[in-house]
């Protein structure tokens, strides 16, 4: 499972990166940032879903939504709110807005504080990064994200976030993938944006694709242990540090 490092009697076990950082210190400003691996593998997935679509329709689709758990859109109207908020991190080459509806679970504590996030609904697009630092107003977050997060109390449920999310996809196609076939009202909500709906059973994304990419590991930790983080061996790659705030 990620995130562990765990194995049999006698054998040695690569630790992760994160669980050898250097402690924080006291007054040390934090930030919520995406493990550069998981973050790395869940935008190749995302990238080569849409891909494969546009191939198999022969039209470019560069969007595209997963519900992940809900067995009927009645279900997914009603549940999917329930609990938790909008989860993700700062995706530099594909956008995603994530639904978690239960609590995460807690990897470490220290040297740095590590959670297992699980998304539950996703949205997702190549057409804007989560987050674009030359010029946020044209990133995923500000056009999709902060509408979905602004959303009153009576107004946040299934419906009203393809609201959101069909206005940014307005006239292109977006593929829908689930254990429900999208009826009715979901398509009314598309049209108003002249979008077109595909929908393909949740079942045609293979298991161990849903398995690897519907959990990443989110990490609060300073600027010092993110640019330690980024010294590792096993990831060294250029990569902006995230967006700090007090915590």
Request: charge should be negative; glycine fraction near 8%.
């Amino acid at each position: 499972m990620i995130g562990r490092s765990v194995g049999n009697e006698g054998t040695r076990v690569r630790r992760a990166p994160y669980e050898t950082l250097p402690l924080a210190e006291s007054g040390e400003v934090h930030a919520w940032a995406g493990y550069p691996p998981d973050d790395e593998r869940y935008e190749t997935f995302v990238a080569d879903l849409l891909g494969h679509l546009s191939r198999w329709l022969g039209v470019p689709v560069t969007n595209g939504i997963i519900d992940y758990t809900s067995p009927t859109e009645r279900s997914a109207a009603r549940g999917l709110a329930t609990y938790g908020g909008w989860i993700d991190p700062s995706l530099e080459h594909v956008g995603s807005a994530s639904r978690e509806s239960i609590l995460p679970e807690v990897i470490q504590d220290s040297p740095c504080h590590v959670t297992l996030r699980r998304r539950e609904f996703s949205m997702i697009t190549l057409d804007a990064p989560t987050s674009f630092a030359a010029d946020e107003s044209r990133s995923f977050y500000t056009r999709v994200i902060e509408p979905l997060v602004n959303l009153p109390p009576r107004r946040d449920h299934l419906y009203a976030w393809l609201d959101v999310m069909f206005r940014f996809c307005a006239d292109k196609t977006v593929g829908y993938y689930s254990r429900y076939a999208p009826g009715p009202r979901i398509r009314a909500i598309a049209g108003r944006y002249e979008a077109s709906v595909i929908y393909l059973p949740l079942q045609t994304i293979p298991t161990r694709l849903v398995e690897q990419n519907q959990q990443f590991r989110f990490l609060w930790l300073t600027e010092r242990q993110w640019k330690a983080l980024e010294g590792a061996d096993d990831l060294k790659r250029g990569r902006a540090a995230p967006e700090l705030h007090e915590g």
